[in-house]
């Protein structure tokens, strides 16, 4: 058998391995350069800087004559590495951007060389089966009570959402006489923002939004409007969140899927945040009501420590999925989905997507529940020395205790002005990676702690270089 030319080699096959394998060694040598020469958890210089050294090193990136795959590896995967936000680093702590683990990483190699696609059984024989049984698997944790729950496979959080409202919609579009109402959202203002763009993407009302002053839903606040909604329109869904983007805040899940029920609202949670509280014996009770809704969105490219994309949407009977139901006659025809073949098409609105579901079953295997729930223990944890020490130093205030890895901080007195200067100040530094959240009481630092082997000595350094630049 002929050797390909240089870079042409297969990643599949039973040559596949042996083609990988040095290509590996190139680039698991390129991550270790790019990192040194990066030294923090951000490149300085911010955005001209970095543009200018990936045009320096890249270009040109489609000469006339190839470089080999070696050369075009080392350069290529040195410079992301050097010009990347390093989710690893405990100072790079704004985003829910998590640092995935070794384990994930490597089984998602293996889904790249092995390229199964998720639209059609005879593409994807074995990783069909392995996300049918572990989406069964994690909808279980999610209802456990339920007899057939379901999940579908998603790119995260916002995929998930926009599939729950189709869902909702679906539902409740039961033909019969007089005008059809459309679907009536009702979420809050902590909400995350694919709520809206669902309800605008499939040409609903825009969503009613209540006020979270306190950074959750009020239960009186939504029995209000339901009881105004009731009568005077048509379905209603009530959307929660289990862990807001701006400060890990979880609404009162029981009080509103009571309000839900009474009403006759359809409930769905966006628990893209918080939903790994289910792994730990600790924290999980923060999520009671969880089962009552109607899906439920997941999320563990956040707090699961998965490569993106691993996000999942719960739903506690599998029937419920029946709406995304479609037929394809070179994917799922008829006669081979009545002859014994998985139709797939209906597990998403994508056709060709990757069996992102590996790297999340290797994880769970690997880890099990126990040792999930570990990690989710840990990373609370450190978020709760984070805010120890704000309270105990003088030239900071602390919004609140964190409910999840979320905590917001700001130095005493800062006007908005100065908070956002310290956090550019910072990133075009590269020292530290902060984000920022607007409450009702103005802007706050936002650091988001992802990394379960965070130490308390590198909180203290990054509440040192915050302080280095308040102004004095």
Excluded at 39 to 45: D, E, I, S
Excluded at 75 to 90: C, E, I, K, M
């Amino acid at each position: 058998m002929s050797v390909p030319p240089a870079g042409t080699a297969l990643a599949g096959g039973t040559n596949g391995p042996a083609a990988l394998r040095p290509l590996l060694d190139t680039v698991l040598d390129a991550l270790t350069t790019g990192a040194e020469m990066r030294a923090g958890p951000l490149p300085p210089g911010g955005p001209d800087t970095v543009a200018r050294a990936v045009h320096a090193a890249c270009t040109p990136l489609i000469p006339t004559h190839g470089t080999g795959p070696h050369d075009a590896l080392r350069t290529l995967v040195q410079t992301l590495a050097a010009g990347a936000a390093d989710p690893a680093h405990p100072h790079c702590a704004a985003h829910l951007h998590c640092p995935p683990l070794a384990l994930a990483a490597a089984a998602d190699l293996a889904a790249s060389a092995l390229n199964p696609s998720m639209d059609s059984w005879d593409q994807a024989p074995a990783a069909s089966a392995l996300e049918a049984l572990t989406s069964r698997e994690l909808a279980a944790l999610v209802y456990p009570r339920a007899d057939a729950p379901d999940a579908l496979v998603t790119t995260g959080g916002t995929e998930s959402n926009q599939l729950a409202v189709l869902l909702a919609r679906e539902a409740a579009a039961r033909p019969g006489p007089g005008p059809y109402a459309p679907l009536q959202i009702v979420c809050g203002a902590n909400a995350h923002h694919s709520i809206h763009r669902a309800a605008w993407l499939l040409g609903l009302p825009d969503p009613v939004t209540l006020p979270t002053p306190h950074g959750t839903l009020t239960p009186d606040t939504v029995h209000t409007c339901l009881a105004n909604l009731t009568g005077h329109t048509g379905p209603v869904l009530l959307a929660a969140t289990a862990g807001t983007t701006d400060s890990g805040a979880i609404d009162p899940l029981p009080d509103l899927a009571d309000l839900a029920t009474h009403f006759g609202a359809r409930f769905h949670i966006d628990a893209a945040y918080g939903g790994p509280l289910l792994f730990s014996d600790t924290h999980q009770a923060a999520l009671t009501g969880l089962a009552r809704a109607h899906t439920v969105t997941l999320d563990l490219h956040k707090l699961g420590w998965q490569p993106v994309a691993a996000g999942l949407l719960a739903v506690p009977d599998t029937t419920t999925l029946a709406a995304l139901s479609h037929r394809a006659d070179y994917l799922n025809a008829d006669d081979d989905t009545e002859a014994g073949l998985p139709d797939l098409l209906g597990r998403s609105l994508r056709t060709t997507r990757r069996p992102d579901i590996l790297k999340i079953a290797v994880t769970l295997k690997a880890l099990g529940r126990h040792g999930l729930g570990d990690l989710v223990d840990r990373t609370l944890a450190a978020a709760h020395t984070l805010a120890d020490l704000i309270e105990a130093h003088p030239r900071y205030e602390l919004h609140t205790r964190p409910t999840l890895s979320t905590v917001l901080f700001r130095p005493t007195g800062a006007d908005d002005t100065t908070l956002a200067h310290i956090r550019r100040t910072l990133l075009n530094d590269g020292q530290a990676v902060l984000g920022r959240a607007t409450t009702p009481t103005g802007l706050w630092l936002k650091a988001t702690l992802l990394n379960p082997h965070t130490q308390p000595g590198d909180l203290t350094t990054l509440l040192n270089l915050v302080e280095g630049h308040i102004p004095r």
